[in-house]
């Protein structure tokens, strides 16, 4: 499907110089000095790897026409993540680069939609917030709350982050999966 | 959440606004001792700037008697800023806010934004090169006091301050990065088929300013300071309106930006003091905002008037200084040290 770069967003998957790319994100604006322009990161589909490319708005870009269907993680086998469609078991795998930064929030049996192009797996549309237990925490030390209001924790990927004093070893914690930052007590 | 209830759950926050205050205690000290006048100026104008492509606040000034006159933020205080040159007042800074309409959302602009415009007079764009260094240096102090050294980290990596900084001509870096030499540079029909060639999107319409900023954003400005702030000078006469052409070499102008870690930090002139010179430039731009379909008004008489009138020799440049803050501060962008962004005011209407 035939766009403008001028509507490119995060999460669409397009063709950049006839590769397969995952807009990771998309900054569409008029500078002072020029002509509307978008600064895109691009994430290749191949590689994993990351560039930027800045188009002028008007510039003409392929949306790739991908189909997303939702599916459970299973396992990671090497190079490869295992998904699962729950309904009719039939099982994928995509390689482990496409998601490298997200792999502290992979756990058994969390739903995502995985994204499919001529029936070959090419991404995954990771959940914005992820549940994960805290594997290990120590207790705050009182009377020290006004100079150290956070502390770190180990969940149970073993991804460490900064939450509040009251957390505890056992604790469900909701994750946001973009920022890796904790966000409540699930 | 908005901003305030952030702050109020995880006070640490105020960690990158508390550094925006320093730096612009910095800036402000800075610019006193080496003797300039801080002023201020008007923020509601009969006519703003001409810059082509800045689109206006536009709104209307209602008197007693029920007449009215169209009224507009300013996107810069450059023309006020210049009348007071004009006037004898002699080198000048001010820190204020202006406003850019139309610009999209994005992590380094916002439509009112705090700028920073100082005027080095007598002077020109390589007096205002060596302020820009100390100026920076200056800041590096104020907001690392036990720092030993100038560097800066930034996202974690790592920048160098001290003098002497990166420099490279646009002609040079054309060269240097994307192959295109300064005949082909200036030529509208060569760059654009070397832009054809490098594999970018063209067609008939494509103008010598698209092609010159696509080759500038994707294969330039890249390079530039990565590891030291690069200034970036002598730009193509076309991309400096308001700048004196040079001497030596008059299809090229004295203007330089600077760059440090992805930001375009600060656009900086000889300034252009010919008032006729001056007049053609912004005629000439008012006429492109009207092709562009941009808000049209009339041409600020009194600063032509102000530059016939005797300008002197100076060096001009203007700072992002939410830019500057949010790269002291550690942070990916300036919402991060603005307490009331855009998107907080005006969140974006979801589909």
Redesign the interface.
């Known amino acids: 499907m035939a766009m403008k770069a001028g509507n490119l967003q995060k999460g669409m998957f397009i063709l950049f ?1 006839n590769e397969p790319f995952e807009v990771t994100k998309a ?11 978008c ?1 895109a990161k691009l994430k290749s589909l191949k590689t994993g790897n990351t560039q ?3 188009y ?1 708005s008007n ?2 870009v392929e949306e790739l026409d991908v189909m997303a269907r939702e599916m459970q993680y299973l396992y990671t086998d090497g190079p490869s993540i295992i998904f699962m469609d729950p309904r009719t078991y039939d099982q994928v795998s995509v390689p482990v680069k496409l998601l490298e930064d997200k792999m502290g929030y992979l756990i058994p049996e969390l739903t995502m939609y995985v994204v499919f192009l001529d029936d070959k797996a090419i991404g995954v549309r990771f959940p914005q917030k992820v549940k994960l237990k805290v594997a290990n925490a120590e207790d705050s030390v009182a009377g020290n709350t006004v100079s150290a ?2 502390k770190p924790v180990t969940l149970e990927t073993g991804v460490e982050v900064y939450v509040p004093l009251f957390v505890k070893k056992g604790d469900t914690l909701i994750i946001d999966t973009t920022t890796g930052e904790y966000v409540s007590r699930g | 959440m908005k901003i305030w209830q952030r702050l109020q759950q ?3 926050r105020f960690h990158p606004f508390f550094i925006r205050e320093q730096v612009i205690s910095a800036i402000r000290a800075h610019f006193t001792s080496q003797g300039f006048h801080e002023v201020e100026t008007p923020k509601l104008l009969p006519q703003p700037s001409t ?1 082509p ?3 206006v606040f536009e709104t209307q000034l209602k008197f007693a008697d029920g007449s009215s006159s169209r009224a507009f933020l300013p ?1 810069s205080p450059e023309f006020a800023l210049k009348k007071l040159l004009a006037a004898g007042l002699g080198s000048c800074f001010e820190i204020c806010k202006s406003f ?1 309409n ?6 380094k ?1 916002n439509p009112e934004f705090t700028i920073l415009e100082w005027y080095h007079t007598p002077g020109d764009y390589l007096t205002v090169m060596d302020d820009t260094k100390k100026l920076f240096q200056a800041i590096h102090h104020a907001v690392f006091p036990q720092s030993k050294d100038l560097t800066l980290k930034y996202q974690g990596k790592i920048y160098d301050l001290s003098s002497p900084w990166e420099r490279i001509s646009v002609a040079e870096a054309f060269q240097t990065y994307a192959g295109i030499d300064t005949d082909t540079l200036l030529s509208k029909t060569r760059l654009v088929s070397a832009l054809t060639k490098k ?1 970018y ?1 063209t067609n008939k319409k494509t ?1 010598w ?2 092609a ?3 080759i500038m ?2 294969e330039v400005e ?1 390079h530039l300071g990565q590891k030291k702030p690069t200034f970036l000078y002598d730009y193509p006469t076309s ?1 400096a309106a308001l700048a004196q052409k040079k001497k030596s070499d008059p299809r090229f102008a004295e203007r330089f930006e600077f760059f440090l870690a992805g930001f375009e930090l600060g656009n900086a002139f000889s300034e252009l003091a010919d008032a006729k010179e001056q007049r053609e430039r912004c005629e000439h731009d008012l006429e492109e905002r009207r092709t ?1 379909g941009k808000t049209t008004y009339g041409l600020d008489e009194d600063f032509l008037t102000a530059l016939k009138s005797g300008f002197p020799p100076t060096g001009g440049s203007a700072m992002g200084v939410d830019r500057i803050a949010a790269l002291f501060a550690d942070v990916p962008n300036i919402q991060d040290v603005l307490f009331f962004p855009i998107d907080d005011l005006f969140p974006p209407k979801t589909a």
């Open positions: 110089k900054e569409f604006y008029a500078p002072g000095k020029g002509s509307a322009i600064r930027e490319f800045t002028k510039d003409p209001a956070k | 995880h006070p640490e810059e492509f800045l689109e996107t850019r139309g610009e999209g959302r994005s992590s602009h594999g999107h103008t300013e698209e010159f900023n696509q954003f994707n890249p991309q562009l």
